[in-house]
């Protein structure tokens, strides 16, 4: 669930309150392949919903970053046990099997790979157009230093809403897409430690609030999880991931894409 590198700080932020909503919607495991657009349109819209929820309370109850991650964490876990809970509705720790990718060309690896390399590009675009609008202003304003963005006239509240809204739709048509390909969902699909864990890696290496930063954290992330496998360190994976991560804000707090954006610059300013 890479795509959570899009955002600048704001909209990164509300994408991982938004991950647990991903299986919030889903439709009959028996529809068909011509539905799929109505499921999609339908995760989309949910979590959109209850990701722009989420970020509303957070802006009425004056929340900072810490606590929004403590908040995102709670329910991310509580829904993942209501989920297991409701075992007759939602299959319990074995899921339920989405029939309409079965037998299509979404049941084979070729075709889901261009799809999401193509939704890749879309939203590196959409990204690239939200930097160069008035939307993007506000949102590089909230993320540098919010009583300024305020005091300059940027409606905190209203920016902040709208930037976990379109995390949320992102992450839900991602989601969506994602169920179709693995032809099945289970509350072990989008738990804490196979998405929100490696999405912070992913972060952590490339750098967050540059358009290559998450793209370059991804690709490292997966030749780093290769290569651990290939070790057969597979089952030390997050301690591995956890020890990265603090080095990396240690030595590199921005990622590494912004680091070596900088020394490029300062070594061109010597010239």
């Known amino acids: 669930m890479a795509f959570s590198w899009l ?10 309150a938004a991950s647990p909503f991903q299986e919030i919607v889903m439709c009959s495991p028996q529809d068909s392949l011509t539905r799929a657009p109505r499921c999609l349109i339908a995760s989309t819209a949910v ?49 339920l099997r989405v029939a309409a990718g079965s037998d299509s ?26 930097q160069r609008s008035r939307i993007g202003w506000a949102f590089r304003a909230l993320r540098d230093d919010g009583l300024a963005a305020e005091l ?37 699909t989008f738990e804490f430690g196979n998405v929100d864990v490696s999405v912070l890696v992913m972060l952590a290496l490339g750098g967050i609030g540059s358009l290559l930063g998450p793209v370059v954290g991804a690709a490292m992330f997966t030749w780093l999880d290769q290569f651990l496998e290939a070790l057969g360190y597979a089952q030390l994976r997050e301690v591995i991931y956890g020890i990265v991560v603090i080095t990396l804000f240690l030595g590199f707090r921005r990622g590494i894409v912004p680091a070596v954006t900088d020394f490029v610059a300062r070594r061109r300013r010597r010239r």
């Open 7 to 16: 955002a600048i700080k704001e909209i990164s932020r509300a994408k991982a």
């Open 47 to 95: 979590s959109a919903a209850v990701a722009a929820l989420l970020s509303w309370v957070a802006v009425r109850r004056a929340l900072d970053t810490i606590f929004i991650g403590i908040v995102t964490i709670a329910f991310a876990l509580s829904f993942e046990n209501l989920v297991l809970g409701k075992g007759d509705w939602t299959g319990g720790e074995s899921g």
């Open 105 to 130: 060309w979404f049941s084979g690896q070729v075709f889901p790979y261009y799809v999401f390399l193509g939704l890749l590009v879309v939203y590196l675009v959409v990204y690239r157009m939200l």
């Open 152 to 188: 300059s006239g940027v409606d905190v509240a209203t920016y902040r809403i709208i930037a976990g809204g379109m995390g949320g739709a992102m992450l839900g048509f991602a989601g969506g897409i994602y169920v179709f390909t693995e032809s099945r969902v289970s509350p072990s």
